[in-house]
Each structure stands twice: as structure tokens, then as C-alpha cells.
């Protein structure tokens, strides 16, 4: 797409962000084209459409705020193709969503601000992305999901669950990239679950799963997986990881299971014989939600190119949690206190890194600006868009 489209899209994205409730209202209105003009469409989806909704507003957001960037936004429309497959999804289906969002944008524009060079750069991006991701799609052989069968699963806080799985295949991802999951119960209902281990030929795979308040999923994964039970998984998303063509030290930042896919990145660094330096930055509210620091004190005993940095906002555990506080071995960093963001930015700039954050949207964004008012390159910084 020439820059003059690429603006178009972009100005029409933006009018509608800035007005109250925009993107929750144009969602509804794809979501409601799509299923009265393609009826069959809507067994591919939840009862429950809000997460749905949320989804699709992160990723075309994404999208046209990169669409120039290609390095970026085409492997990352490819990992989407890739991952729909597990859908049932077929090209016609992409050319029914392609209109159902065309119709949905035009309603909401009006006629003043969608003209007709509006509506053929609309159409040329929407072409370009279910090009590529039916591409990507199509050019898979094997099965769009494997089954995980659950081998172990164990409640370590009240409301987080560590659960081990055996893939009835092996599966190939990156540490630091993420699935999308579905479990028993909870049939249409996928949700994003990073892996906290490495790739491995035996196929073993495990998650660490938080209870979201009100959620649908993550309430069944902690609270009634049982043994044997099986899980769905799709295929692997997401760009996170080290970069060694870029030969920097890294610094990494996570708050809850968000230390999951860091985790599985450093693991995967200890089985090598040379790394950068590692700093890596694990919060929570309490002590308590620092649930892995032993095993990541572990690692950064046997790899002195690690130093882990717990951080809690909290200096005690609240009443309900009877375990006593981990101490910080000899040699380890001691549990500092205050918002992670703020520890992590008191400690510099950190020009010289790759930065990695992984948590709730607005510990990603709070630690981000922290980062960037202390002088941080905003390109030094990576996040999961969709998470």
C-alpha cells in the first residue's frame, strides 16, 4: 500500500478510537453484519462475545498502526492465519469478515468522512490481510490443533494454578510466544496462554494460569481441571524472544504469570553455552504472587549471566497466605518494594538493552511510559500486542 492509503486507513481508525465507546460499538456492529449477513459464521464464536470483541480491536489496531512496517506486521498476520485455522476457517469465510467490516466502518464513518478513496483504501488492506493469513493458512499440512492431556495440575496460590500437559505431538514455538487454548467446558472459548518451558521433542508443555475475576476460562482452568482432562491447543503466536543477531544484553520484566514465557526464554538460554546478560525483573502485589523466585534463583545460581530482581508492592503477605517469605539466597538480588515499573526505570535508562515486558495491559503500558520518561528508546521496547 502507497503511504496516501496507508493514511486514509490510519485517519479513519483514529476518528473512530476518539469517540466515546467507539471501538466497543464498531466491534458490535461487525460482530452483528457478520452474523445476519453470513448466519453460518456465528457457530465459530462464544456465547459470550466480549473477549472476542476485545480481540479483534487490538488486532486491527496493531495492523494499521504498523501497516508500512512489513518486517513486522506479515509474519505477524501470517501467526494469525496460522492460529484461525483452528476455527474451521475457509477463504470464504475472509471474504465474508472483509465485508461484514467494510459495511460495519462505512455505518460508523457516515457518508461525510467515508468517501471513495476512503472505501478503496479500506479494501486494499483488508485484501492485503486476508491474503497473507489465508496464505499462511493454507499452506499448513498438518492438524490446526493438538490435543494436550493434562498430567499435572497444581494450585500454588489461590488464584494461580501451574498445569503440565502431554501433547499427543511434539510442538514446535519459540520461547517467549504464545497459544491460544481451550479447554473442557468451555467449548469456542480460546484464550492466550504462554508456555513456561522450552519446545521439547517429547511434547510436554506447561502453563501458569491466573483466575481472572468474572472470566469465563481461566476460573475452569485453575479451579476444576482434573487429571486426564483435554485441553485444545492451537498454533504459536507472538514475537517475543532473544534476538542474537543483535548481540545486546537483555532486560526483562514481568509481573505475575506474566513470568511465564521470560521464564521459558531464560531456560532456554541456560542450555547455551554463551548469552548476553540477563536482568530479569519479576513483580506482584504481594511476596506471595512471586511464586517462582526459587526456581529463577536456581537458574541464576548455575548462570552468572542472570540476576533476578524480585520486586513486591507490598513488603507482607495478606492474612490468608500462611507460607513464609522466601529469603533471598547468598549471592541473589533482595525483594525490593514499590510499583515494578518505577523500581525497574529508578535503576536507569537502560539504553543499552533489549527490553522485554510481559503482564496485565496496564502494567505494560505504566512500566513502558516509566521507562520512556527516563530516556528509553521506544524501540528498545517489545510487547505482545494482543495480549
Known amino acids: ?56 480491536l487490538k488486532a486491527i489496531g496493531y495492523v494499521v498502526e504498523n501497516l508500512e512496517d512489513a ?51 479500506w479494501r486494499e488492506a483488508i485484501a492485503l490481510i486476508a491474503s497473507v493469513m489465508m496464505e499462511a493458512a493454507n499452506a499448513e499440512s498438518g492438524p490446526p490443533t493438538r490435543v494436550g492431556r493434562v498430567v499435572e495440575h497444581k494450585q500454588i496460590l489461590r488464584d494461580v ?10 510442538m514446535q514455538y519459540g520461547a517467549g510466544q504464545y497459544v491460544s487454548v481451550s479447554v473442557p467446558g468451555r467449548p469456542r472459548m480460546w484464550r492466550y496462554l504462554s508456555p513456561s518451558i522450552p519446545s521439547n521433542g517429547e511434547g ?10 468474572g472470566g469465563w476460562v481461566s476460573p475452569a482452568m485453575v479451579g476444576q481441571t482434573r487429571l486426564g482432562d483435554e485441553w485444545l491447543i492451537s498454533s504459536p503466536l507472538g514475537a517475543l524472544g532473544v534476538d542474537r543477531s543483535r548481540n545486546r544484553d537483555q532486560l526483562m520484566i514481568a509481573s505475575g504469570t506474566g513470568i511465564a514465557p521470560l521464564r521459558a526464554q531464560v531456560m532456554e538460554m541456560a542450555m547455551r553455552g554463551n548469552n548476553p546478560r540477563v536482568h530479569l525483573f519479576v513483580g506482584g502485589v504481594y511476596p506471595c504472587d512471586l511464586y517462582d523466585l526459587e526456581t529463577l534463583w536456581q537458574l541464576a545460581r548455575t548462570n552468572p ?33 514499590g510499583k515494578l515499573g518505577a523500581v525497574v526505570a529508578a535503576f536507569g535508562a537502560w539504553e543499552d538493552r533489549d527490553i522485554q515486558i510481559v503482564g496485565s495491559p496496564s502494567m505494560v503500558q505504566a512500566t513502558k511510559y516509566r521507562l520512556q520518561a527516563k530516556g528509553t528508546p521506544v524501540e528498545n521496547i517489545r510487547h505482545d500486542p494482543l495480549l
Do not use: C
Open 1 to 56: 500500500m502507497d503511504a496516501t492509503k496507508i493514511s486514509l486507513v490510519r485517519t479513519t481508525f483514529k476518528a473512530v478510537a476518539a469517540v466515546d465507546d467507539g471501538p466497543e460499538r464498531l466491534a458490535r456492529s461487525f460482530y452483528a453484519i457478520l452474523f445476519s449477513h453470513y448466519p453460518a459464521t456465528r457457530e465459530f464464536f462464544p456465547a459470550a462475545m466480549d473477549v472476542q470483541r476485545d480481540r479483534l
Open 71 to 121: 518486517e513486522r506486521i506479515l509474519p505477524f498476520l501470517a501467526q494469525l492465519g496460522r492460529d484461525h485455522r483452528k476455527y474451521g476457517i475457509t477463504d470464504e469465510h475472509y471474504i465474508a469478515v472483509g465485508n461484514a467490516l467494510i459495511t460495519a466502518l462505512e455505518d460508523f464513518a457516515g457518508n461525510e468522512l467515508w468517501t471513495d478513496e476512503v472505501d478503496l483504501a
Open 305 to 337: 549471566w542472570l540476576t533476578v530482581i524480585p520486586v513486591s508492592e507490598e513488603d507482607t503477605n495478606p492474612w490468608w497466605h500462611l507460607d513464609p517469605t522466601p529469603v533471598a539466597p547468598p549471592g541473589m538480588h533482595e525483594r525490593l518494594t
Open 161 to 170: 494454578a501451574v498445569v503440565r500437559l502431554q501433547l499427543d505431538r511434539p
Open 204 to 213: 510436554q508443555i506447561e502453563f501458569h494460569v491466573r483466575r481472572v475475576a
